[in-house]
């Protein structure tokens, strides 16, 4: 009797195991799509509102650019009137000097403000190409601002 207990908790072991490891070779379950819940004019309103999304990340995105860099050039504004109150405050010879400096200085900063104008005209799909022209337009500046306020010194 408990030879037959044995033989028969391992046939049924032997059956389970080889029962489990079968492939299932049947052809895979269709699935409808109104069963999923999608329709097409579902899934084209989750779509239409993906784009939307981004489409508000990106105007938020170059609105935030937008603000730094006027922050950026309301700085360089104030720096370049200081610089020009110290260069009116010189001597003749100085002033002559720095007048064209400032001059250039001036023509910098003027690029930079209509860069920035085409910057805010851009679309949000096309303002990521306006972003390596005013930043080289504020570096240009930075730059020719720093080695007027230099020499000045």
């Known amino acids: 009797m408990e030879k037959m207990k ?7 072991s032997l059956f389970l195991v080889t029962a489990c490891n079968q ?9 409808n799509k109104s069963e999923l819940g999608l329709s097409s004019e579902g899934a084209k309103r989750q779509a239409e509102g993906a784009l939307e ?4 990340y990106v105007k938020q995105k ?14 360089l504004d104030s720096e370049i009137n200081e610089l020009k109150a110290k260069v009116s405050d010189a001597g003749k010879e100085t002033k002559a000097k720095y007048d064209e400096m400032i001059e250039a200085l001036q023509q910098k900063q003027k690029d930079a403000k209509n860069k920035l104008e085409n910057l805010k005209s851009a ?9 390596s022209g005013i930043e080289t337009a504020l570096e240009d500046l930075r730059k020719k601002y720093n080695e007027a306020s230099k020499s000045l010194q």
Do not use: C, H
């Open 6 to 12: 044995s033989v028969l908790v391992i046939g049924f």
């Open 23 to 31: 492939k299932k070779t049947d052809k895979p379950e269709t699935v």
């Open 53 to 56: 999304t981004t489409m508000n």
């Open 62 to 75: 170059k609105t935030d650019y937008q603000k730094n860099l006027e922050g950026k050039l309301n700085e």
């Open 123 to 131: 679309s949000a799909e096309r303002w990521e190409d306006f972003k």
